[in-house]
Nanobody, 123 residues
Framework: QLVESGGGLVQAGDSLRLSCAAS????????MGWFRQAPGKEREFVAV????????YYADSVKGRFTISRDNAKNTVYLLMNTLKPEDTAVYYC??????????????????WGQGTQVTVSS
């Protein structure tokens, strides 16, 4: 089970940190990703971190503003979002990929998904 938290309503330029707590899976062996879906749009990749935290990969739209990290002792993955823009408004989902070494941006490669947390950025 993956449970996201930390979403909310913020103003442009603000920061938020999302968390995703995992249970019922060998968290430290999974690559963990964040995806988002805006109203009327397809789900899109945001960021991914390998099982060890040693490798990360970001969508161009968030590179330099968002940081993904994980704490395997707490079975939790984080997404720190800085300099938020109105176009970052979406439901944000975390996902787990059993191919722990992979930093894959393809949603189909992920085995487990959370229920999502809403992030709204006002201008």
């Amino acid at each position: 089970q993956l449970v996201e938290s930390g979403g909310g309503l913020v103003q442009a330029g603000d920061s938020l940190r999302l968390s995703c707590a995992a249970s019922g899976l060998a968290f430290s062996s999974y690559a963990m990703g964040w995806f988002r879906q805006a109203p009327g749009k397809e789900r899109e990749f945001v960021a991914v971190v390998s099982w060890s935290g040693g490798t990360t990969y970001y969508a161009d739209s968030v590179k330099g503003r968002f940081t993904i990290s994980r704490d395997n002792a707490k079975n939790t993955v984080y997404l720190l979002m800085n300099t938020l823009k109105p176009e970052d408004t979406a439901v944000y989902y975390c996902a787990a990929n059993s191919e722990g070494l992979e930093v894959d941006s393809r949603a189909d490669e992920y085995d487990y998904w959370g229920q999502g947390t809403q992030v709204t950025v006002s201008s």
